[in-house]
Antibody, heavy 115, light 110 residues
Framework: EVQMVQSGGSLVQPGESLRLSCEVF????????MSWVRQAPGRGLEWLSG???????YYADSVEGRFSISSDNSKNTLFLQMNTVQTEDTAVYYC??????????WGPGTTVTVS | QTVVTQEPSLSVSPGGTVTLTCGLS?????????PSWYQQTPGQAPRTVIH???IRSFGVPDRFSGSILGNKAALTLTGAQADDEADYYC??????????FGTGTKVTVL
């Protein structure tokens, strides 16, 4: 069964760092195109970053240089390293598997609060 | 900065038809943007409805259909049911490899 388990969300202060995790089951992160998407309270969805099965990474302008996407193939886990967080980074963060340029499968989300 | 626009809210009667659109602040949406659509209910993760303009995701009822209408992507709901009430987001793939979500449409069935 395909499943994604997310963790790492917490309450942090502005300027701190945080790493979000997305452990996947039923498929391999290494051979998948994976993305991170967030949703601020009461707001819409925002694509943040993606990593292709070839290892190419992409970032939204809003997080370029502060956030970094990576994976640990031995743990079949996707990460989002968030540095120098700001209050506007407060959101629910979702990992997602991509398929044919669509967000095919979504994780349950993990909540980050910057205050 | 690219803005993907959607109607803020739409209402539809049970059994009725409603069309949501997804446009670009500058330019036209085509299949080359691989438009996709997502349904989200409060407190839940989004669910994929349509990908690659018109392909329904697994388990999505055929009352949902995707297309290009004029210069926009469109999601049409035919025969609306109460549990279709949700927020709907479109996504477009940009040439740079990035993706941009639309502003979202709140669909009310009443």
């Amino acid at each position: 069964e395909v499943q994604m388990v997310q963790s790492g969300g917490s309450l942090v202060q502005p300027g701190e760092s945080l790493r979000l995790s997305c452990e996947v089951f039923g498929f391999t992160v290494r051979t998948s195109y994976m993305s991170w998407v967030r949703q601020a309270p009461g707001r819409g969805l925002e694509w943040l970053s993606g990593v292709t099965d070839g290892g190419t990474t992409y970032y939204a302008d809003s997080v370029e240089g502060r956030f970094s996407i990576s994976s640990d193939n031995s743990k079949n886990t996707l990460f989002l390293q968030m540095n120098t967080v700001q209050t506007e980074d407060t959101a629910v963060y979702y990992c997602a598997r991509m398929f044919r340029d669509a967000f095919e499968i979504w994780g349950p989300g993990t909540t980050v609060t910057v205050s | 900065q690219t803005v993907v626009t959607q109607e803020p809210s739409l209402s539809v009667s049970p059994g009725g038809t409603v069309t949501l659109t997804c446009g670009l602040s500058s330019g036209s949406v085509s299949t080359a943007y691989f438009p996709s659509w997502y349904q989200q209910t409060p407190g839940q993760a989004p669910r994929t409805v349509i990908h690659n303009t018109h392909i329904r995701s697994f388990g999505v009822p055929d009352r949902f259909s995707g297309s290009i209408l004029g210069n926009k992507a469109a999601l049409t709901l035919t025969g609306a049911q109460a549990d279709d009430e949700a927020d709907y987001y479109c996504v477009l793939k940009m040439g740079s490899g990035s993706y941009v979500f639309g502003t979202g449409t709140k669909v009310t069935v009443l």
